[in-house]
């Protein structure tokens, strides 16, 4: 996989959270960017796309099990963990200020707190039927469903005979069918990761894919297929009683993603110009994606309150505020994040050396692998060692 393909996937990275981000702040404000403020849930499914593509390939590269779980914990970890603490401040200190902003919701006791944050911290607060927000965060339902996914991943690869079908079967049980529901769109990015290492396609073909599944995902906005879909398949919808309606439209979502992917890759080379030049851009989009997907929602919240606690319900301050100042602090946030992961590897390092649950040698594997890590060869470039050090700075 070439730089041009790598720089492509981190600006759909970046794209899938703006798109969230624009739809959110479309709800609170009433006024919708046309095209792209519809398209926030769809935007979720491109997440889960290019995990699929990306996880497959760095799993195939880690030694074993521990070294890939630690590497998906500090990821993980590394935003959630402050998003989940700033969550419980912001909306304690908001709902303060002015308790309309998040009406319907009621104020959080220390015990809802408490619940709530651990069994997200630790990605159960989607299994089975399960259902549970830390506070305004509503985001995190998302990364119970990718954390499973990984595990599903994990129990696959590296376990062998019996074994394996065991653990994949433990994951799964543990996860349930609301997140079973939406591992196909996963896999979807799992096997394009293949179809793209494979050789041989033109790039007409390339073309095609590429631009006609961008003139679907417009059509699909502009035409709100979602709605459209579950009336010419009511029996199915009617039966999918998952909350984020993964079918039918999510499947759909998940393909158009799948098919721009695999285009674009056939004719990367043509763009190779055009990416480089805005490759500092798009890789500090990609870098704030996960801090800006996950500390946005709140943050909406935050400052609706503070606005309404200065009599400011709407107008042109309103909107400007609700777009422009989360998006701001957000972006900052997840900077600081990408910064300070290392702490959470050598804790994680400590517990697996006290428990003796693997090697006894302490792993010095740094994992939040860049996206450009995972996409390249191996061997060193001067670009890469650039990258590399601006990323452990």
């Given at each position: 996989?070439?730089?041009s393909?790598?720089?492509?996937?981190?600006?759909?990275?970046?794209?899938?959270?703006?798109?969230?981000?624009?739809?959110?702040?479309?709800?609170?404000?009433?006024?919708?960017?046309?095209?792209?403020?519809?398209?926030?849930?769809?935007a979720?499914?491109?997440?889960?796309?290019?995990?699929?593509?990306?996880?497959?390939?760095?799993?195939?590269?880690?030694?074993?099990?521990?070294?890939?779980?630690?590497?998906?914990?500090?990821?993980?970890?590394?935003?959630?963990?402050?998003?989940?603490?700033?969550?419980m401040v912001?909306?304690?200190?908001?709902?303060?200020?002015?308790?309309?902003?998040?009406?319907?919701?009621?104020?959080?006791?220390?015990?809802?707190?408490?619940?709530?944050?651990?069994?997200?911290?630790?990605?159960?607060?989607?299994?089975?039927?399960?259902?549970?927000?830390?506070?305004?965060?509503?985001?995190?339902?998302?990364?119970?469903?990718?954390?499973?996914?990984?595990?599903?991943?994990?129990?696959a690869?590296?376990?062998?005979?019996?074994?394996?079908?065991i653990?994949?079967?433990?994951?799964?049980?543990?996860?349930?069918?609301?997140?079973?529901?939406?591992l196909?769109?996963?896999?979807?990015?799992?096997?394009?990761?293949?179809?793209?290492?494979?050789?041989?396609?033109?790039?007409?073909?390339?073309?095609?894919?590429?631009?006609?599944?961008?003139?679907?995902?417009?059509?699909?906005?502009?035409?709100?297929?979602?709605?459209?879909?579950a009336?010419?398949?009511?029996?199915?919808?009617?039966g999918?009683?998952?909350?984020?309606?993964?079918?039918?439209?999510?499947?759909?979502?998940?393909?158009?993603?799948?098919?721009?992917?695999?285009?674009?890759?056939?004719?990367?080379d043509?763009?190779?110009?055009?990416?480089?030049r805005?490759?500092?851009?798009?890789?500090?989009?990609a870098?704030?994606?996960?801090?800006?997907y996950?500390?946005?929602?709140?943050?909406?919240?935050?400052?609706?309150?503070?606005?309404?606690?200065?009599?400011?319900?709407?107008?042109?301050?309103?909107?400007?505020?609700?777009?422009?100042?989360?998006?701001?602090?957000?972006?900052w946030?997840?900077?600081?994040?990408?910064?300070?992961?290392?702490?959470?590897?050598?804790?994680?390092?400590?517990?697996?050396n006290?428990?003796?649950?693997?090697?006894?040698?302490?792993?010095?594997?740094?994992?939040?692998i860049?996206?450009?890590?995972?996409?390249?060869?191996?061997?060193?470039?001067?670009?890469?060692?650039?990258?590399?050090?601006?990323?452990?700075?």
């Amino acid at each position: 996989m070439n730089r041009s393909l790598s720089s492509y996937l981190n600006l759909l990275r970046f794209l899938a959270a703006l798109a969230v981000y624009v739809s959110h702040a479309g709800y609170f404000t009433k006024m919708r960017i046309p095209y792209v403020g519809n398209m926030g849930s769809e935007a979720v499914f491109v997440f889960f796309v290019l995990s699929g593509m990306l996880i497959t390939f760095s799993g195939m590269k880690q030694p074993d099990g521990y070294a890939f779980l630690r590497a998906r914990l500090v990821r993980l970890w590394s935003v959630c963990l402050p998003a989940l603490v700033l969550t419980m401040v912001w909306d304690t200190i908001g709902q303060s200020i002015s308790l309309d902003a998040y009406s319907p919701m009621q104020p959080y006791n220390i015990f809802k707190w408490v619940a709530s944050l651990g069994l997200n911290a630790l990605f159960l607060n989607q299994v089975w039927h399960a259902n549970i927000y830390p506070g305004t965060n509503g985001p995190f339902w998302s990364l119970s469903y990718e954390f499973w996914y990984y595990m599903i991943f994990a129990a696959a690869v590296y376990f062998s005979g019996k074994k394996k079908y065991i653990a994949i079967a433990c994951a799964a049980a543990i996860a349930g069918p609301d997140i079973l529901v939406g591992l196909p769109i996963w896999l979807l990015g799992s096997a394009i990761h293949f179809a793209v290492a494979r050789r041989g396609t033109s790039a007409l073909v390339g073309w095609t894919f590429w631009l006609g599944s961008i003139v679907a995902a417009l059509a699909f906005s502009a035409f709100n297929a979602g709605p459209v879909l579950a009336e010419t398949f009511p029996g199915i919808a009617a039966g999918a009683k998952w909350k984020v309606g993964f079918w039918p439209a999510s499947y759909l979502i998940g393909v158009l993603v799948a098919i721009n992917i695999y285009g674009f890759s056939r004719i990367a080379d043509r763009f190779q110009a055009v990416l480089q030049r805005f490759a500092w851009p798009i890789q500090v989009g990609a870098d704030i994606s996960f801090g800006l997907y996950l500390f946005h929602y709140p943050l909406m919240y935050f400052i609706k309150a503070i606005l309404y606690g200065a009599k400011l319900t709407s107008g042109p301050v309103f909107v400007a505020a609700i777009y422009l100042v989360p998006f701001l602090v957000a972006a900052w946030l997840a900077l600081l994040c990408e910064r300070h992961k290392g702490w959470i590897g050598k804790l994680i390092d400590q517990v697996h050396n006290v428990t003796r649950l693997g090697s006894s040698t302490p792993v010095k594997n740094d994992v939040a692998i860049p996206l450009d890590d995972l996409l390249l060869p191996p061997q060193p470039s001067p670009s890469v060692a650039a990258d590399e050090e601006r990323l452990s700075g």
